[in-house]
């Protein structure tokens, strides 16, 4: 088997829907497999999964044991020659898959390989494509300056080596993942995607940002910015500090320090609410129950590519369009202000998105 698709999910039943959809159209003309990984879900994610995607493997905890160790159960029974650890709250392109496996296949020595990612408006996410976090480095980004943690080195659409890559997609072979010892299950939640990044380009393996591949990764899902994220945050870059760097008292202080700072230091993003006074749904069907719960007046038009107005709502169709079209139509977009973006999956009785990588996501029945 050339790949398995590895999504850890912790009750965001709707995204994780959307997200299978999405992959398995991407896995359409490959070996593949999908293994979900329950987390001890409060939603119906797993009745879910079972009834709409019988072909997945669904594994159920009976705990939430975390995101490393979460995902080292299902690698434990993946049977791909390749791994993506993906998140529940993305959605990948039609061609993602076999643009990695192309550009894989011709590397020796790989070791992880991250692509693109946008949020939920359509704007690239730095965290994308990341230098090593050493004390200095994250103590400038503390104080601001953010030039030598981001790999700003690389474009955003260029392919390069990069050292740090994001846990919403990681691709990489098994064999990799197994020579490193996975995901080190000291750390509960968040770190855990340096941690991994870090030991694979320790081992000699390079690690790379392919840009030529977008996935959108609505991030609220699974990245609550409340203080709860602060401090398991912050405890997992001491776990990461404590772990490759060498110590010593005026080390281990300074780090602390550093980390204290952030903590008291770290400020609450402001989101820009978006009140839509106007929606374009891009369907072939038009459904009048969800017509009447958008803004008003509704515009429905078939063509992607047209010009949106301030202040609007666009509702992309995947019964109309490919995930492709979608994301390029985001990305071009997303340079205009004021816009938000919803989406509806194929045979849904919902439409979904998000804003805000600080908050969860809307999900709006009819």
């Not at 230098?131 to 080195?153: E, F, M, Q, R």
């Not at 996935?215 to 001491?238: N, P, V, W």
């Amino acid at each position: 088997m050339k790949l398995s698709v590895i999504i850890l999910n912790y009750n965001v039943r709707y995204f994780l829907e959307l997200c299978l959809k999405s992959v398995q159209a991407a896995i359409a003309t490959i070996d593949a497999e999908i293994i979900v990984v329950d987390n001890n879900s409060q939603d119906d994610s797993c009745a879910m999964v079972k009834q709409l995607f019988p072909s997945v493997k669904l594994i159920e905890n009976k705990d939430n044991p975390g995101f490393s160790k979460g995902n080292n159960i299902g690698v434990a029974q993946a049977k791909g020659e390749y791994l993506c650890i993906l998140n529940p709250d993305t959605v990948v392109a039609e061609d993602t898959f076999t643009k990695l496996i192309n550009f894989t296949d011709s590397k020796n020595n790989l070791g992880i390989v991250g692509c693109q990612l946008i949020d939920g408006k359509g704007r690239f996410l730095p965290e994308s494509k990341r230098n090593i976090p050493t004390p200095k480095v994250a103590l400038k980004k503390i104080l601001g300056s953010t030039n030598d943690y981001y790999a700003n080195h690389i474009n955003i659409e260029e392919t390069g080596k990069v050292d740090i890559l994001v846990g919403a997609f990681m691709w990489l072979k098994k064999e990799v993942y197994n020579a490193v010892g996975g995901f080190d299950e000291a750390y509960f939640m968040y770190g855990e995607d340096i941690d991994l990044s870090y030991k694979v380009v320790k081992a000699g393996y390079d690690n790379f940002y392919f840009g030529n591949t977008t996935i959108i990764h609505f991030k609220g899902e699974s990245t609550l910015k409340d203080s709860k994220y602060a401090k398991r945050f912050y405890g997992a870059m001491q776990i990461f500090y404590k772990k490759h760097f060498k110590q010593s008292l005026l080390f281990n202080a300074v780090v602390w320090l550093g980390i204290k700072m952030a903590f008291l230091m770290r400020k609450t993003p402001i989101d820009v609410v978006v009140n839509s006074n106007r929606s374009y749904l891009y369907t072939a069907d038009l459904n009048t129950n969800l017509v009447e719960k958008l803004p008003k007046p509704t515009q429905v038009d078939e063509d992607i590519r047209r010009d949106v107005e301030n202040n609007s709502m666009i509702v992309y169709d995947f019964k109309l369009l490919n995930a492709s079209s979608v994301i390029a139509d985001m990305k071009q977009k997303s340079k205009q202000d004021h816009i938000v973006f919803r989406f509806l999956s194929k045979n849904c009785k919902f439409i979904l998105g998000s804003d805000s990588a600080n908050n969860r996501g809307e999900v709006l029945h009819f």
